[in-house]
C-alpha cells in the first residue's frame, strides 16, 4: 500500500483492462487510468466520460491549463473515491523528441473507501 493511499497515474500507461481486479485500490486506479485514455464522445453510452479533447490544437501552455481543468472535473465526476493532488506532465522517457507530453496524476484515495 502507498503512504497515506497516495499514489501517481501515468497517461502513457496503457494497461490492459483487468475485470476482476484483486483489490479495491486496483479497480479505483484502474478507473482513473480509463478516464485518463478515453476521449469524450467515444462511449456509446455515455457520450460525456472521458477527456474532452478540445485542448489538442491549442497552444501548449493554454492545452497543458485545459487538460488539467478537464482532467480534475472528470475524475471529481466519475471517480469521487480519490482526490486529485496534483496534474503535471511528462515526455515519454522512450520517445522524448516526438514532442508529446504525457499527463501524470497524483491521487489520493479516500480512506472511506478502502474498507
Known sequence: MAANNIYTILG??????????????????????????TVVGS???DRNLGLN???IDEPQARGMMQLRIFTM???QDYEPRVEVSEVDF???PDAALDG????????????????
Open 53 to 55: 479533447a478540445t485542448f
Open 12 to 37: 502513457l500507461d496503457t494497461a490492459g483492462i483487468n475485470l476482476f481486479p484483486q483489490s479495491k485500490v486496483e479497480e479505483i486506479l484502474q478507473n482513473v487510468s480509463v478516464l485518463l485514455s
Open 73 to 75: 472535473e472528470t475524475i
Open 90 to 92: 511528462v515526455p515519454n
Open 43 to 45: 462511449v456509446p453510452l
Open 100 to 115: 508529446r507530453l504525457y499527463p501524470r496524476m497524483v491521487v489520493r484515495i479516500l480512506d472511506e473507501f478502502l474498507t
